[in-house]
């Protein structure tokens, strides 16, 4: 069963533009949820992570257990933020379920 | 430079043959993990280890074989590649009492199966 949902495989807006990124997942515990972001010709890395309630590049993420939501958002995008984003869920202690990523593509 | 490397970077060869992917970390992590990045960029972990003890194995075929002679490297060996092998091979680490969410990625290795 798919833990972690990313509806968009493709997100396209223009540079300021308010981008949301959606991300829905499943899990019967308490959950982890991490966003990662890998820019053209580089490597994944961590964004941000819910627990850390923090705001890096502009983007924020807020955890919705009433509607199992961790949608990454950013309300002016930038044409640097092009990249493919990977939502992701820890599942208990062991291992990262990752979505499908989505490709935000933000021009000029 | 503190990273997490892996060689070779591409790595292009012909069904049937065994192939070896190394992946290195020297930030001082204890797990480290290997995932396939599909050609739809679905990106599915296949193993990990912690202080070289498999932790995780993901119904992967008995073909991909790891192994982890020390905390510091984890390399991925595949026998009789096949053309559904193609893929990008993501190596990572995490450090102790950070837990399994951060994880520090390789560049990838991408092996393109003929």
């Known amino acids: 069963a798919q833990r972690v949902t990313q509806p968009e495989k493709l997100l396209s807006v223009f540079k300021g533009a308010p981008v949301e990124l959606k991300c829905n997942y499943s899990?019967?515990?308490?959950?982890?949820l991490f966003w990662y972001v890998q820019y053209s010709r580089q490597r994944l890395q961590l964004l941000l992570r819910h627990i850390s309630r923090e705001s890096i590049k502009g983007f924020t993420a807020d955890l919705n257990k009433g509607e199992t939501s961790f949608h990454l958002k950013k309300p002016f995008a930038q044409e640097e933020d092009s990249a493919m984003y990977y939502c992701a869920l820890s599942e208990g202690t062991d291992k990262l379920i990752f979505g499908t990523g989505t490709r935000l593509q933000v021009f000029p | 430079d503190t990273a997490v490397s892996q060689t070779p970077k591409y790595l292009v060869t012909q069904m049937g043959n065994d192939k070896s992917i190394k992946c290195e970390q020297n930030l001082g992590h204890d797990t480290m993990y290997w995932y396939k990045q599909d050609s739809k960029k679905f990106l599915k972990i296949m193993f990990s280890y912690n202080n070289k003890e498999l932790i995780i194995n993901e119904t992967v075929p008995n073909r991909f074989s790891p192994k982890s002679p020390d905390k510091a490297h984890l390399n991925l060996h595949i026998n009789s590649l096949e053309l559904g092998d193609s893929a990008v091979y993501f190596c990572?680490?995490?450090?102790?009492?950070?837990?399994?969410?951060?994880?520090?990625f390789g560049p990838g290795t991408r092996l393109l199966v003929l």
């Open positions: 899990y019967s515990g308490s959950p982890e």
């Open positions: 990572a680490s995490s450090p102790p009492a950070s837990g399994v969410g951060t994880q520090y």
